[in-house]
Every structure is written in structure tokens, then in C-alpha cells.
């Protein structure tokens, strides 16, 4: 919960062709941003573009943003190095390749802050330098997250996977989602939905995953307690004898009970 609340900050979310931002949505023209961000209501906008890249024997994900305001509006679960929510290095992170990487890659690949990585691109093999590890949950293959200036400059590539609105102090979320979905009403397969929406979906997902951990957790109990009176049936049917001496001589049937478990 904890990580949807600091992943999912934005007050709406527009995608194409998937409700959530992943390998299923149809990207975007950035143009469609000006048009968003002329809706009254509108504080700010940030363009996410998210792409599958090759690295070290898998294919972790690349996250692209504005880091500037993921600063200002995110709350990223830092384990360590320095985090560009801090004004002080935030400038950095968009001077420089810095980059953030999540802790499954992190461990995974023995990731260090202050290390250096190297991706493909199609301008070549790109460098970043690790500065911050923090916990993120968006794909198990791992995540890295540059400034979006960076990937324009690296990939040649303008597209927009996710359009993320924050709203001015005082605006309704229905309101504006409604105005942007008569705004974009041409363009197909859109899903305008509020922060909540994309936060509760998130949790679905994240339920039915342990819907099915709980299954197994439930056959691994069933059998146990078969595995249980198995035991204690084949006891008794051991001892019926014995049972039936003790009986005789007047044991009572909690002492067979308590003898037997």
C-alpha cells in the first residue's frame, strides 16, 4: 500500500489501449499534452514513457519521466543514495545520466550507488551511474528510472505511454476528467481514470496474486491435517487390541484418547 501511494501520485491518468500504463498500451503523441494542459483546473502535466530494454541477461523496464516534478509530487521509498526529491540533487539527475534503480534489479544484478551501468540504445551503449536504489514493485524483471530529456536524447524517441495530471489547489478530479475526455474524444481506445481508479487497480491486481498463494496455502493445510488423521487412524487400528485390554481394566476413554495423542 504503502508503494501505491508513492508510484500512483498523480490526480488522472490518460492511457491508450490499457487501462494501465504497461507492454499492452498504445503510445501517445506528446501533443496531446498542450491539449490537456489548456483544460481549466489543470496545474501540471508529466509525460512517462515506459519501454522493455536487454540487460545483463534480461529485460528489465525503462522508466522515463520528468523528474522535476516526480520530485515535487512523489514520495519514492529510497533504501539508498540520494534521491531527487531533494531540490540540492535534482539538479543532477537531470544534468546528468543519473539514474534510479529499483531494489529487485538492485539485488539481482549486486547494484551499487555510485556504480555505472551500461544499456543499449539505438544511438549506441548508453552510460548511467546508479544514485539512488528504492523500492518499486512494477515489473520483476526491475526498473529504471532516468529523466525523460535523458531518453529523448539516448532512444530518438518522443512518444507518451502515460499522460499523469495534478491538479490546481481546489479542483474537483469529475470535473476535469470529463473535460479531458471531451478534449481527447477523438482519439481512440482512451482511458481518462483518477488516481484512485488506478490505485485500486493496482491492488486488484496485487489480490488476485495472493488469491492464488492462498490456494496453495490452502491445499498445503488440507493435506497436512489428512496427513494428520491418517496417522492417528493407523495408530488405532494398531493398538485395537491394546485399546480393547485397557477398556477392560477400566480406562476411561479420554485416558485412550490422551494415550493415543
Known sequence: NRWIGQAVPADIFVNAGSRLADMTNMPLSPALGERIRAIPGVEELDLVRLVRIPFRGHRPMLLSLNLETYAKRGRPLLLAGESPADPRVLRHYVEQPWAMVSENLARRDRLKVGQWIVIPTPTGLARLRVQSIYVDYTSDQGL????????????????????????????AVAPVRSAIERELGDVPSLFVLSGQDIRNEARNVIEQTFAASRV??????LVAILGVIGTLLAAVLDRTREIGILRAVGATRAQIVASIC
Open 216 to 221: 496453495t496455502e490452502l491445499i498445503a493445510i
Open 144 to 171: 529504471i528510472v532516468i529523466d525523460r530529456s535523458h531518453y529523448r536524447r539516448l532512444f530518438g524517441d518522443d512518444l507518451v505511454d502515460s499522460f499523469e495530471v495534478y491538479l490546481a489547489r481546489g479542483a
